[in-house]
């Protein structure tokens, strides 16, 4: 994981935070050059393509350089710290730091300057990086050091922050554009601004308060000059708003994001597995009204005092029964050995939106849980996946899935299965309709489910069972006994 460059630097690499990932985002440097680092001290934060996750310096040392900025992409084994150890690491930090101060500018040139303050950490966070074992006071982030200059990094980062409050100082008088050696100062939403509009920041005459470029002067770089007729702009170029326009408008007509951690591995992965496992959809409309009641109940039961119970508790349960009824359905294709595989065992992979985009955590050996023990699990996976603490390992090794679409208020869909896995449960929202129930035309809580299947494992009739089992459990939850 680290190698070293000569006797009193140690260059700390990217590690694989997952199992076969190739990259990583940097989110945030939490150390900068100069700073004194110990064994297990959180450095940065990065996002891989199944979770956000801290990491730990594995020695003592002096922050050298940062060598990759916030945002950046990394390959795993590419070396993004040098720590200076030994007794030769104070002495050295500080010619280190005048070497570093270009790459150090990219890091952090697009935050505000930080007061000194130690960072909070968030509550119940902790790095989750295999093989640290960090403890929770060893994890205590430390304040980053300031400028060499202090009032001039006062100075600063008061401009900076009263022209972000829009009552900034007066403008200098001529102000000059920055010379070709050094990066232009502006925040990120202007840096933004910018790159929609087409304009080389480096170009730009800054307004702002210690040479920082405001989005006016980035609208006065790609406004028509006097005289010269509106059309002249590039095509490229959308023309600045009118003054009177609101600030929502005032960007390009279209907006690119980067495809990169969760939304680039999801988007890998359901092409991947669309193009490889051959899908089979099947759809029924079941009546659950039975289970409704049921639901209700059990909110009253004093076992379940505390815990999260929902349709999906039942769903979830409905369709390990229809599992143990057919264990052929639980089961994955090893391509290069020509085997299918049957899980003797089911790790239940739960479908959830967060702001990182959708992740599919799994709850390991959900077979075995009684009904209390599975709506214990189901809350924590939730509240987990919500507060983005979700860890790697909870998304890996999942056999089948249920994702609960009715949530949104649609009425199902044809989900594509998580590669490696057998089967997929779509689940449509519940909604009073009529129906027939002993003869009689009458309101019903209905709803669709459609499983999606791998056709090399799973045929017609076995996928057609272990959805008429999960409809009939769901119709009659009684079923969850005598079906036990």
Same mark, same amino acid.
């Given at each position: ?12 690499? *990217?590690?694989?935070?997952?199992? !076969? ?8 440097? @939490? ?23 801290? &990491? ?8 050298? /350089?940062?060598?990759?900025? =916030? ?34 500018? #990219? ?11 130690? =960072?909070?950490?968030? #509550? ?7 093989? @640290? ?38 403008? %200098? $008088? ?23 509009? !087409? ?9 702002? %308060? +210690? ?5 006016? +002067? ?9 005289? #010269?007729?509106?059309? $002249? ?11 009177? /326009? %609101?600030?929502?408008?005032?960007? $390009? ?24 496992? %051959? ?12 289970? *409704?009641?049921?639901? =209700? =109940? ?5 076992? @379940? ?51 990182? !985009? ?12 009684? &009904?209390?023990? &599975? ?19 909870? *998304? ?28 997929? &449960? ?33 045929? !017609? #009739? ?23």
């Amino acid at each position: 994981m680290t190698t070293m460059t000569d006797s009193s630097v140690r260059e700390f690499k *990217m590690p694989d935070v997952g199992e !076969g990932l190739t990259e990583a985002e940097i989110l945030k440097w @939490y150390v900068e050059p100069g700073d004194t680092v110990t064994d297990g001290q959180v450095v940065c934060e990065v996002e891989t393509a199944k979770a956000a996750v801290e &990491l730990p310096i594995p020695y003592d040392g002096v922050v050298r /350089a940062l060598h990759f900025p =916030e945002g950046s992409t990394v390959d795993v084994g590419t070396s993004i710290i040098a720590v200076g150890v030994g007794d030769g690491a104070a002495a050295a930090a500080e010619p280190v730091q005048e070497a570093a101060a270009e790459p150090v500018q #990219e890091a952090v040139a697009d935050t505000p300057a930080t007061t000194g303050a130690e =960072e909070p950490k968030p #509550e119940g966070r902790q790095p989750v990086l295999v093989g @640290y074992g960090v403890s929770t006071s060893s994890t205590r982030r430390r304040p980053r050091k300031g400028a060499k200059d202090p009032a001039a990094a006062q100075d600063a980062s008061a401009a900076i922050q009263a022209e972000m409050n829009g009552h900034g100082p007066s403008a %200098p $008088a001529a102000p000059a554009a920055p010379s070709a050696g050094d990066r232009p100062l502006a925040k990120p939403p202007v840096r933004k601004l910018a790159k929609d509009l !087409g304009v080389d920041l480096a170009t730009v005459v800054p307004s702002g %308060p +210690d040479g920082v470029i405001t989005r006016e +002067d980035v609208h006065a770089a790609v406004a028509p000059a006097p005289g #010269e007729a509106p059309g $002249a702009a590039p095509a490229a170029v959308a023309p600045a708003p009118s003054p009177a /326009a %609101p600030a929502s408008y005032d960007t $390009a007509r279209e907006t690119r994001v980067p495809v990169k951690g969760v939304r680039r591995a999801t988007a890998a992965a359901m092409v991947g597995s669309a193009f490889t496992a %051959p899908h089979v959809t099947e759809f029924v409309t079941v009546d659950v009204t039975r289970t *409704m009641k049921l639901v =209700e =109940e059990l909110k009253q039961d004093k076992e @379940y005092t505390g815990l999260r119970v929902n349709p999906l508790l039942l769903i979830s349960k409905a369709l390990l029964v229809a599992i143990r009824r057919n264990p052929e359905v639980n089961a994955s294709w090893d391509e290069a050995a020509q085997e299918i595989v049957v899980k003797h065992y089911v790790n239940l992979g739960i479908a959830a939106a967060t702001p990182r !985009g959708l992740i599919v955590p799994n709850i390991k050996d959900a077979q075995a849980q009684t &009904l209390p023990q &599975l709506a214990g699990s189901l809350g924590e996976l939730v509240s987990t996946a919500r507060e983005g603490r979700t860890s790697p390992a909870a *998304m890996q090794g999942g056999t089948v899935t249920i994702t609960n679409v009715g949530v949104f208020g649609v009425d199902t869909g044809t989900p594509i299965l998580n590669p490696g896995e057998s089967a997929i &449960l779509a689940v449509g929202a519940i909604k009073l309709q009529p129906w027939v129930h002993k003869g009689k035309v009458k309101p019903r809580q209905v709803t669709t489910l459609a499983l999606s299947f791998d056709h090399r494992l799973v045929d !017609g #009739e076995l996928g057609s069972k272990v959805l008429a089992d999960v409809a009939a459990v769901l119709e009659q939850p009684k079923r969850l006994i005598s079906w036990a």
